[in-house]
């Protein structure tokens, strides 16, 4: 096969094997266009256990159905022909009106030269001119993965009623572990949606240093208890009102359960390969009554619980609790309790606008 008509593949044929295959390229067909690969990113946590065989759909059955693995046979087995999910490539032919030729697009296709895209099926994102588009890798998967994050903090304030990614963390303290691509797009987003403060936590120093040149504060874990180090810089609290987990360690879980202040968040956003055997619950959610969620199912909220009982509260939406505490000054949670008229957290909700605030609040 000539160039012109065959595509380069990588694949990965078993553990440690990678090889680039050439494919037959298929003709372009009414309503699909193609595309040629410019720039192609690589996944250093999902794509990478592929190749080391720690994938878990490698070893056990994924139920779509019921969200589950289970045991059976594995929904994925070697070779592997589709790997990655970064592309940026400009379109070469289109016989749809949904894209132009030479547009420059964002895909999730795999590592390949080329690739026959069918607008009805596959996801693409044309970028502007403006950008440079090595850039473009992080926006078809890995941004999402990011900005879902922020969606998992703001529906924990707002539910059903997000308007932006800024809901869940503007004017508020966000701790961010791990400074890898995930972290670090998680970290700015969340510094641009007008975060308090954002601190980033990597024992790597020079993925630190890529953190402080991007303008964000960097901590050393290592060099210390970054735990009482962060609740002593954020008395009010004390500690992260979110905290974003973005590295696939138990460790780096365990450091960031230890992170937020008392009911707290914290969102995580790692892929995990291993055990969790560094995991210390009871080191953490008994003494600070964290809220969880994870990038890819529903936030598991502990909200606010009256003392001695099981009895909750539940916020109902309420625009003006929220613009009267962001207008005097304070950041704004919904953790007022009718029942026993106190605050069960929020230590920087203004007294008046808690008294407001008040009345959004029912007994379940």
């Known amino acids: 096969m000539s160039a012109d008509t065959e595509d380069r593949v990588v694949v990965v044929s078993g553990p440690g094997t990678v090889e680039v295959q050439r494919v037959k390229r298929e003709p ?40 589950l693995f289970r045991p059976g046979e594995p929904s994925t087995v070697y070779p592997v022909t589709r790997l990655g999910y970064m592309e940026v490539g400009r379109v070469a032919e289109s016989a749809t009106p949904a ?18 895209a069918d607008p009805l099926t596959d996801r693409f994102v044309p970028l502007p001119p403006d950008l440079d588009p090595i850039l473009g ?4 998967h890995a941004g999402p993965i990011c900005a879902n994050g922020l969606l998992h903090a703001a529906a924990d304030l707002y539910g059903p009623g997000v308007r932006d990614l800024g809901d869940g963390i503007r004017g508020r303290r966000v701790a961010v ?5 995930v972290g670090l797009l998680t970290a700015l987003f969340a510094s641009r949606h007008g975060a308090q403060e954002v601190v980033v936590l990597d024992e790597t120093s020079r993925r630190r240093a890529v953190a402080e040149a991007l303008g964000l504060a960097a901590l050393n874990p290592a060099g210390g208890d970054p735990a009482v180090a962060l609740k002593t810089r954020w008395r009010a609290g004390p500690g992260a009102d979110v905290v974003f987990q973005c590295r696939g ?17 914290v969102i995580d956003l790692a892929f995990y390969q291993g055990g969790a055997d560094a995991v210390r619950l009871g080191r953490s959610s008994t003494t600070t ?34 613009s009267a505490a962001r207008r005097s000054g304070g950041i704004w949670s919904p953790r007022w ?24 609040w029912r007994v379940e």
């Open 28 to 67: 372009v067909r009414d309503g699909t266009f193609r595309v040629n690969t410019l720039y192609s990113g690589v996944s250093a946590g999902t794509e990478l256990s592929y190749v080391k065989g720690t994938n878990p759909y490698l070893s056990a059955s994924w139920d779509a159905a019921l969200g």
């Open 99 to 116: 894209v132009r030729e030479g547009a420059v697009v964002a895909m999730a296709y795999g590592h390949r030269t080329g690739y026959l």
């Open 137 to 140: 890798v992080y926006v078809a």
């Open 177 to 181: 572990v791990g400074a890898g691509l």
């Open 249 to 265: 360690r138990a460790a780096a879980l365990h450091l960031a359960l230890r992170l937020p202040r008392p009911q707290g968040t």
């Open 289 to 322: 009554g964290w809220r969880c969620g994870a990038r890819r199912s529903a936030g598991c909220r502990a909200g606010c619980r009256r003392r001695g009982t099981g009895t909750g509260c539940r916020r109902r939406r309420s625009r003006c609790c929220a």
């Open 337 to 360: 309790c009718r029942s026993t008229r106190r605050r069960a957290c929020s230590p920087t909700l203004p007294r008046g606008a808690a008294r407001r605030c008040r009345r959004s």
